[in-house]
Nanobody, 125 residues
Framework: QVQLVESGGGLVQAGGSLRLSCAAS????????MAWFRQAPGKDREFVGA????????YYTDSVKGRFTISRDNAKNTVYLQMNSLKPGDTAVYYC??????????????????WGQGTKDTVSS
């Protein structure tokens, strides 16, 4: 079983940056991809981006392309979400998730079996 722990959330002004980390532990050898989702108050959880564990390919939702970057450190079993040019609309609880297989539906939350506890990010205007 895999456990995920996020860190790095907080309060930042619009235009600022935050870097989130997600450390995986346990049976990490089976991870094929990890992703970041977010959930704003009163809204559904939405896909932010994903990274394939093998080749490091990354995928993003359109609203964060060019502003957010996902990277990984295989040796540390850690995934990062670098968020730049933050907007108030980015305010949400951010969750990392892991899955044991890859498919074209990497943007669906239902395809991820393991989730972190979430970290709250607030962007003030």
């Amino acid at each position: 079983q895999v456990q995920l722990v996020e860190s790095g959330g907080g309060l930042v002004q619009a235009g600022g940056s935050l870097r989130l980390s997600c450390a995986a532990s346990g049976r990490t050898v089976g991870i094929s991809a990890m992703a970041w989702f977010r959930q704003a108050p009163g809204k559904d959880r939405e896909f932010v981006g994903a990274i394939k564990w093998g080749d490091g390919s990354t995928y993003y939702t359109d609203s964060v392309k060019g502003r957010f970057t996902i990277s990984r450190d295989n040796a540390k079993n850690t995934v990062y979400l670098q968020m730049n040019s933050l907007k108030p609309g980015d305010t949400a609880v951010y969750y990392c998730a892991a899955r044991t297989y890859w498919s074209g539906t990497y943007y669906l939350a239902a395809n991820y079996a393991t989730w972190g506890q979430g970290t709250k990010d607030t962007v003030s205007s």
